[in-house]
């Protein structure tokens, strides 16, 4: 098994949500979702709030192939 680099991460590797850029909210009453219970903004609805990349859950690496 090999591991690559995340390409759907902020930036390619970082282990960032592509959407809040890491964050877990999004500034703004226009954008969908749920205020947070801290008042800082929408919690991110495609991180659920982590700021984690939801493909490579955080890692930066995404795994390739498998036990032959």
């Known amino acids: 098994m ?3 680099l ?3 991460c902020d930036s390619p590797g970082d282990g ?3 959407v809040c850029h890491g ?3 999004l500034p703004g009453d ?3 979702g ?3 219970d801290l008042g800082g903004g929408i919690s991110c609805s495609a991180c ?3 700021g984690e990349c939801q ?3 955080g890692s930066g690496e995404i795994e390739f192939g498998g036990e032959g």
């Open 2 to 4: 090999s591991t690559h």
């Open 6 to 8: 995340c390409n759907e």
């Open 16 to 18: 960032n949500c592509p």
């Open 23 to 25: 964050i877990g909210r």
């Open 30 to 32: 226009s954008v969908s």
């Open 34 to 36: 749920s205020i947070d």
């Open 48 to 50: 659920g709030g982590n």
């Open 55 to 57: 493909s490579c859950e």
